[in-house]
């Protein structure tokens, strides 16, 4: 992914979502109707943090995040998630 036509405000992240399964660890096909909404992503944008907060991820980072975590936006076509950094649960290593 490009350049970003967006820089998020103070403690402010834009996570793109991981592809839904698509398949259970059993085989089976999931029905898009019935797919779970991703929990993990990758930050693709980060805000300059506050001035007793600095912000702990980078843009690269993959995430996790709470089920209805983040407003839903659209920049350049994509589907993005913005969210205040302490949405995040964790990085993933």
């Given at each position: 992914?490009?350049?970003?036509?967006?820089?998020?405000?103070?403690?402010?992240?834009?996570?793109?979502?991981?592809?839904?399964?698509?398949?259970t660890?059993?085989?089976?096909?999931?029905p898009?109707?019935?797919?779970?909404?991703?929990?993990?992503?990758?930050?693709?944008?980060?805000?300059?943090?506050k001035?007793?907060e600095?912000i702990?991820?980078?843009?690269?980072?993959?995430?996790?995040?709470?089920?209805?975590?983040?407003?839903?936006?659209?920049?350049?076509?994509?589907?993005?998630l913005?969210?205040?950094?302490?949405?995040?649960?964790?990085?993933?290593?």
């Amino acid at each position: 992914m490009g350049k970003l036509k967006i820089q998020p405000l103070a403690d402010r992240v834009v996570v793109q979502a991981a592809d839904a399964e698509e398949k259970t660890a059993g085989g089976l096909y999931i029905p898009d109707t019935a797919k779970e909404k991703p929990q993990k992503g990758k930050v693709v944008a980060v805000g300059t943090g506050k001035k007793d907060e600095p912000i702990t991820v980078k843009v690269g980072d993959e995430v996790l995040y709470g089920k209805y975590s983040g407003t839903e936006i659209n920049i350049d076509g994509k589907d993005l998630l913005m969210m205040r950094e302490s949405d995040l649960y964790a990085i993933l290593n």
